[in-house]
Protein backbone atom coordinates (compact mmCIF):
# COMPACT_ATOMS: atom_id res chain seq x y z
CA UNK A 1 0.00 0.00 0.00
CA UNK A 2 1.65 3.34 -0.99
CA UNK A 3 1.77 6.01 2.25
CA UNK A 4 0.57 8.30 -0.23
CA UNK A 5 -3.19 6.81 -0.03
CA UNK A 6 -2.78 5.39 3.82
CA UNK A 7 -5.36 7.40 5.51
CA UNK A 8 -4.03 6.96 9.15
CA UNK A 9 -0.59 8.37 7.97
CA UNK A 10 -2.47 11.38 6.11
CA UNK A 11 -4.22 11.96 9.34
CA UNK A 12 -1.75 12.19 11.53
CA UNK A 13 0.81 14.74 9.40
CA UNK A 14 -2.71 16.71 9.02
CA UNK A 15 -3.19 17.06 13.15
CA UNK A 16 0.33 16.48 14.30
CA UNK A 17 1.96 18.22 11.47
CA UNK A 18 5.52 18.57 12.85
CA UNK A 19 5.62 16.51 15.07
CA UNK A 20 5.76 14.04 12.73
CA UNK A 21 9.77 13.33 12.06
CA UNK A 22 9.82 10.74 9.75
CA UNK A 23 7.32 8.07 7.67
CA UNK A 24 8.85 5.22 5.99
CA UNK A 25 7.45 1.92 4.56
CA UNK A 26 9.82 -0.82 4.91
CA UNK A 27 9.33 -4.83 3.85
CA UNK A 28 5.60 -4.19 3.47
CA UNK A 29 5.01 -1.78 7.02
CA UNK A 30 4.69 1.64 7.75
CA UNK A 31 6.90 3.10 10.73
CA UNK A 32 6.06 6.66 11.63
CA UNK A 33 8.96 8.59 13.72
CA UNK A 34 7.37 11.21 16.08
CA UNK A 35 8.92 13.85 18.25
CA UNK A 36 8.78 11.76 21.88
CA UNK A 37 6.50 14.85 23.90
CA UNK A 38 4.10 14.22 21.97
CA UNK A 39 3.24 10.41 22.29
CA UNK A 40 0.68 10.21 24.44
CA UNK A 41 -1.25 12.46 22.10
CA UNK A 42 -0.57 11.07 19.00
CA UNK A 43 -0.90 7.15 20.25
CA UNK A 44 -4.83 8.16 21.92
CA UNK A 45 -5.92 9.48 18.62
CA UNK A 46 -4.95 6.29 16.90
CA UNK A 47 -7.06 4.38 19.56
CA UNK A 48 -9.46 6.97 19.98
CA UNK A 49 -10.67 8.38 16.42
CA UNK A 50 -13.76 6.59 14.94
CA UNK A 51 -11.39 6.42 11.80
CA UNK A 52 -8.70 5.08 13.08
CA UNK A 53 -9.42 2.93 15.52
CA UNK A 54 -6.19 1.55 16.34
CA UNK A 55 -7.48 -0.19 19.75
CA UNK A 56 -4.88 -3.05 20.28
CA UNK A 57 -1.29 -2.68 21.62
CA UNK A 58 0.96 -5.34 20.35
CA UNK A 59 4.10 -4.44 22.02
CA UNK A 60 6.71 -1.89 22.37
CA UNK A 61 10.38 -2.67 21.60
CA UNK A 62 13.60 -1.06 22.58
CA UNK A 63 16.25 -0.58 20.38
CA UNK A 64 20.17 0.16 20.74
CA UNK A 65 21.49 1.71 17.60
CA UNK A 66 25.16 3.06 19.55
CA UNK A 67 26.96 0.90 17.01
CA UNK A 68 24.62 1.21 13.87
CA UNK A 69 26.79 2.80 11.18
CA UNK A 70 24.00 2.61 8.45
CA UNK A 71 21.12 5.32 7.83
CA UNK A 72 19.08 6.11 10.95
CA UNK A 73 15.09 7.28 11.00
CA UNK A 74 16.42 9.04 14.28
CA UNK A 75 19.54 10.81 16.03
CA UNK A 76 19.19 9.49 19.50
CA UNK A 77 21.31 6.56 20.98
CA UNK A 78 17.57 4.29 21.64
CA UNK A 79 14.49 4.08 20.10
CA UNK A 80 11.31 2.69 21.13
CA UNK A 81 8.73 1.34 18.89
CA UNK A 82 4.73 0.56 19.39
CA UNK A 83 3.05 -2.21 17.45
CA UNK A 84 -0.22 -1.23 17.11
CA UNK A 85 -3.23 -2.43 15.23
CA UNK A 86 -6.70 -1.83 14.20
CA UNK A 87 -8.87 -5.32 14.92
CA UNK A 88 -11.38 -4.37 12.44
CA UNK A 89 -9.34 -3.62 9.38
CA UNK A 90 -6.28 -5.84 10.79
CA UNK A 91 -4.10 -2.61 9.35
CA UNK A 92 -1.11 -2.16 11.59
CA UNK A 93 1.10 0.79 12.50
CA UNK A 94 4.03 1.49 14.18
CA UNK A 95 5.10 4.57 16.11
CA UNK A 96 8.75 5.21 16.73
CA UNK A 97 10.54 7.64 19.33
CA UNK A 98 13.82 8.48 19.62
CA UNK A 99 15.46 8.79 23.13
CA UNK A 100 19.14 9.10 24.81
CA UNK A 101 20.01 8.18 28.27
CA UNK A 102 18.75 10.46 31.09
CA UNK A 103 16.11 11.38 28.89
CA UNK A 104 12.05 9.70 29.42
CA UNK A 105 9.74 8.81 27.69
CA UNK A 106 5.97 9.40 28.55
CA UNK A 107 4.53 5.85 29.65
CA UNK A 108 1.65 4.73 27.50
CA UNK A 109 0.05 2.54 30.01
CA UNK A 110 -3.15 5.17 30.84
CA UNK A 111 -3.84 4.97 27.13
CA UNK A 112 -3.20 0.89 26.90
CA UNK A 113 -3.16 -1.01 29.87
CA UNK A 114 -0.96 -3.19 27.88
CA UNK A 115 1.78 -1.03 27.60
CA UNK A 116 2.94 -1.52 31.67
CA UNK A 117 4.82 -5.00 31.67
CA UNK A 118 6.63 -4.18 27.73
CA UNK A 119 7.49 -0.80 29.35
CA UNK A 120 9.12 -2.44 32.60
CA UNK A 121 10.79 -4.91 30.71
CA UNK A 122 12.14 -2.33 28.17
CA UNK A 123 13.58 0.20 30.88
CA UNK A 124 15.03 -3.04 32.84
CA UNK A 125 16.69 -4.60 30.05
CA UNK A 126 17.61 -0.98 27.98
CA UNK A 127 17.59 1.11 31.05
CA UNK A 128 15.34 3.72 29.30
CA UNK A 129 12.96 4.98 31.34
CA UNK A 130 9.21 5.95 31.01
CA UNK A 131 7.80 8.48 32.70
CA UNK A 132 4.76 7.73 35.02
CA UNK A 133 5.98 3.81 35.14
CA UNK A 134 9.13 3.84 37.04
CA UNK A 135 10.76 1.21 38.65
CA UNK A 136 10.83 0.81 42.24
CA UNK A 137 14.41 1.56 43.38
CA UNK A 138 16.77 -1.16 44.06
CA UNK A 139 14.25 -3.49 42.23
CA UNK A 140 14.65 -4.78 38.69
CA UNK A 141 11.37 -6.27 36.72
CA UNK A 142 13.05 -9.39 35.01
CA UNK A 143 16.13 -9.67 36.46
CA UNK A 144 17.54 -10.78 40.01
CA UNK A 145 17.57 -7.15 41.85
CA UNK A 146 21.23 -7.23 42.29
CA UNK A 147 21.96 -7.28 38.87
CA UNK A 148 23.79 -4.73 37.63
CA UNK A 149 23.92 -3.04 34.41
CA UNK A 150 21.45 -3.37 31.10
CA UNK A 151 21.72 -6.70 29.51
CA UNK A 152 20.34 -5.54 26.19
CA UNK A 153 22.61 -2.65 25.59
CA UNK A 154 25.61 -3.19 23.09
CA UNK A 155 28.53 -2.41 25.81
CA UNK A 156 27.06 -5.51 27.62
CA UNK A 157 29.10 -8.14 27.42
CA UNK A 158 27.67 -11.50 25.57
CA UNK A 159 27.49 -14.85 27.03
CA UNK A 160 30.53 -16.51 27.68
CA UNK A 161 32.09 -13.62 29.80
CA UNK A 162 31.35 -13.67 33.58
CA UNK A 163 28.82 -11.83 34.58
CA UNK A 164 29.00 -9.66 37.33
CA UNK A 165 26.43 -8.59 40.28
CA UNK A 166 26.71 -5.99 43.11
CA UNK A 167 28.38 -6.66 45.99
CA UNK A 168 31.95 -7.68 44.00
CA UNK A 169 30.25 -10.88 43.83
CA UNK A 170 29.94 -12.62 39.84
CA UNK A 171 28.14 -15.60 38.26
CA UNK A 172 29.01 -18.29 36.25
CA UNK A 173 29.47 -18.06 32.08
CA UNK A 174 27.38 -19.56 29.84
CA UNK A 175 30.35 -22.18 28.84
CA UNK A 176 31.14 -23.10 33.06
CA UNK A 177 27.17 -24.17 32.63
CA UNK A 178 26.89 -27.05 29.88
CA UNK A 179 22.98 -27.62 30.02
CA UNK A 180 21.18 -30.17 27.43
CA UNK A 181 19.23 -28.71 25.34
CA UNK A 182 17.26 -29.13 21.78
CA UNK A 183 19.93 -26.69 20.13
CA UNK A 184 23.00 -28.89 20.86
CA UNK A 185 22.31 -31.85 18.40
CA UNK A 186 25.07 -30.05 16.30
CA UNK A 187 28.46 -30.69 16.61
CA UNK A 188 30.42 -27.88 18.94
CA UNK A 189 28.11 -28.17 22.09
CA UNK A 190 28.00 -24.84 23.81
CA UNK A 191 30.55 -25.22 26.94
CA UNK A 192 33.00 -27.15 25.23
CA UNK A 193 36.82 -26.02 25.13
CA UNK A 194 36.58 -26.20 21.37
CA UNK A 195 34.16 -23.46 21.44
CA UNK A 196 35.24 -21.58 24.44
CA UNK A 197 38.85 -22.10 24.47
CA UNK A 198 38.22 -22.60 28.50
Keep these: MSLAVRHDVAALE ?5 SILKVKEHRGETFVCIDRSRLVEVVSY ?5 GLSYDYFSECVGVDYS ?17 LMNHQTGD ?12 KVPTLKHV ?9 EVQDLFGIVFEGNEAVPGERFLLPDD ?4 PLRKEFPLGGEDVVFAHGTKGPAVEDVAVPH ?7 KTGTEEISGR
Aim: hydrophobic share 35%; proline share 5%.
Design 14 to 18: ARFGG
Design 67 to 83: EWKHERDLPERFEVVYN
Design 92 to 103: RLFIKVGVDDGQ
Design 147 to 150: WVGF
Design 46 to 50: LKEDP
Design 112 to 120: FLGAEYPER
Design 182 to 188: AGESFEG
